[in-house]
């Protein structure tokens, strides 16, 4: 019944001639995003079935700041379905409680990682929107970004300047701006861009590097470190956010200079594969196994802004590549991208067969979840 359900909500979604009836009566089979989205249900329920901790409101397992890129995923999934199966998690989870008790304090909460204190933002505020969504008063979720202006240090060590902590303030500035009209916003997001663009942190293949040397932060030499598959997709959906705030659509072309340079130098066979992806070897350790959910979900958020549909037809066909892999080779018979023991081993490594390899986690769980969401909203149909 929860299937037809949806069935009918994407058939009106996608603007599909079928109806609840033709479905039933001529057993159709499920187009390709519906295919997705229903994808996506099931390893939602297994993923928070096996894994929420209704007692931490914490994911078994999880961290910080991948618990609230899980949080997000479940939201995004909610506004695709347009159930609320997870409608009572936010309050219940440790990222909710926080945002709903007024006394929290947010420095100690994230206790100096300011990538953290991103991720968490983004959690918040994609919380808020499924609340307005249904109705629902939000405002504890809009909690608001206090971190400074250009050039973000990764942690208040001040020892590092990092490629993903300036494009998660890229990506905040810009939305939050989006959100509030608020001309402070952005103001950083543009100075950000301003300081990211000359820092040297995007290579020469259009990749960026982890970070920049920390013996000497301030003479921006790239160091070299590996480009890890989020920081391309992180900085694409922060560049489409100020691109949507100021009207330059010249972002959009250095967003796709990463993106591009993603697809055909960090993929096998079209599918991504994490540096520490390895089939045979288990080597990525818990963040780097939500990595490439992060990337193809920031390529959603991409593709929400720039709002054009000859760019949504340019990834289209790679992001129901990414899906397939995912259910192919990631997927196990629980419906976890994770999970021990199965008889099968799968799990975090999409881009082959698995032999024993993958890792099972709630991160790759949500990695793969984030993948068939956005395959749900910008495939082809
Ligand atoms: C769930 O969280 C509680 C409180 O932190 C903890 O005591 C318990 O061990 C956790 N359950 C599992 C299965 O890890
Ligand atoms: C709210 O936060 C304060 C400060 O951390 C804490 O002492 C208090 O127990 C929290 N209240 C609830 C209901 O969690
Ligand atoms: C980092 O900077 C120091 C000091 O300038 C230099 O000696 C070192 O070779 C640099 N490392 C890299 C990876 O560029």
Known sequence: MFLLHIFTILATLLGCSFGLSEIIVNAKPLDHCTRALSDAQTIANRLQSHYFNATSGQFNDGELWTDANTLEDLHNLMLATE?????????????????????????SFIDGSYDDAQWCILALWKIADYKAARG????PYMVSVCICGGGVWWSSAKSYKNAITNELFLLTSASGYLRTRDQNYLDNANKEWAWLINSGMRNSDGLYNDGLNSTDPAACTNNGQTTWTYNQG???SGLAALSAANGDTSLLDQAEITLDATISRLTVNSILKESCDNVNAATCDHDQQIFKGIWTKH??????????????????????????AVINNAKNSNNDISFLPTPDYKGSVWYAPSARGSIWSPESSASGLAACIADAKYGQC
Do not use: E, R
């Open 299 to 324: 390529l959603q958020y991409y593709l929400d802004n720039a709002n054009d549909v000859k760019i949504t037809a340019k990834y289209s066909s790679f992001l129901g590549s990414q899906h397939s």
């Open 234 to 236: 992180v900085v694409a």
């Open 136 to 139: 629902q008063d939000n405002t």
């Open 83 to 107: 159930n609320n199966l997870f409608g009572t998690v936010a309050d219940n989870s440790y990222l909710g409680k926080a945002a709903l008790n007024s006394s929290t304090d947010w420095s």
